[in-house]
């Protein structure tokens, strides 16, 4: 794992994923490609000072586009990334939201 990138890149706020941190305990976020388990595991405990408990990774691959121009049709492809389900122990919670209230 190289020292320079950050291993934790965002958290993943979808409707889904915002149900099951309500109801599981289950936050997710985007990792870098590089990272495996432990190190995610050990990021999210220090940035967030919590408890995991579980970990899972997937890689989700990216997808293929395609746009009309006035030159023909333009091909390309969104990148390739990794994404990280946390399971924390029960009764911790991390708030993406605090300070944002108005």
Do not use: C, H
Request: glycine residues 8%.
């Amino acid at each position: 794992m190289k020292k320079d990138r950050p291993i934790l890149i965002r958290p993943i706020l979808t409707e889904k994923i915002l149900n099951m941190q309500e109801s599981t305990g289950v936050y997710a976020f985007v990792v870098d490609k590089g990272a495996n388990k432990i190190e995610v595991k050990k990021a999210v405990e220090k940035k967030f000072d919590v408890t995991v408990d579980n970990v899972r990774t997937l890689n989700v691959k990216g997808k293929s586009k395609r746009m009309n121009t006035r030159r023909g049709i333009t091909r390309g492809r969104r990148s390739d990334w990794k994404k990280a389900i946390v399971q924390l122990r029960k009764g911790d919670s991390i708030d993406f939201f605090e300070g944002s209230g108005s």
